[in-house]
């Protein structure tokens, strides 16, 4: 599993961004190009501040994301309604974790599917 970085909230709609970190899956796209090289070339920054407190990104993680080792994926997510303990709130937070992790590999597979594709005419 990866982590989860709660942002701020947002008084409009009661929703806190939430920044997960998920490692990026073995393998290819369908043009043959690795996912982590894929990832890699597009420049990929942090949307967190690099430190050691609680609420930053270790050094060590901002490097993977640079790497394209590991994918970050902002969602704002509404955490309040019942939710008064941190237990509750990291239920809820375990609870998002898998769907968004499939929601980004889909949207990964969508956007990239043919990245680095090429052909020459004979």
Do not use: C
Request: charged share 25%.
């Amino acid at each position: 599993m990866g982590d989860m970085h709660v942002r701020v909230g947002n008084r409009k709609d009661d929703k806190y961004l939430v920044v997960f970190h998920f490692p990026v899956s073995p393998g290819n796209n369908s043009a043959g190009a690795p996912w982590q090289d894929i990832l890699a070339s597009t420049n990929p920054t942090t949307q967190l501040t690099e430190g050691t407190e609680a609420w930053e990104i270790t050094t060590a993680e901002k490097l993977e994301v640079e790497a394209g080792t590991l994918v970050e994926w902002p969602v704002p997510i509404d955490l309040e309604p019942g939710r008064d303990t941190a237990a509750k709130v990291t239920r809820a937070l375990q609870h998002h974790y898998p769907r968004e992790r499939t929601k980004m590999q889909q949207e990964m597979g969508r956007r990239y599917r043919w990245y680095g594709m090429t052909e020459s005419e004979a």
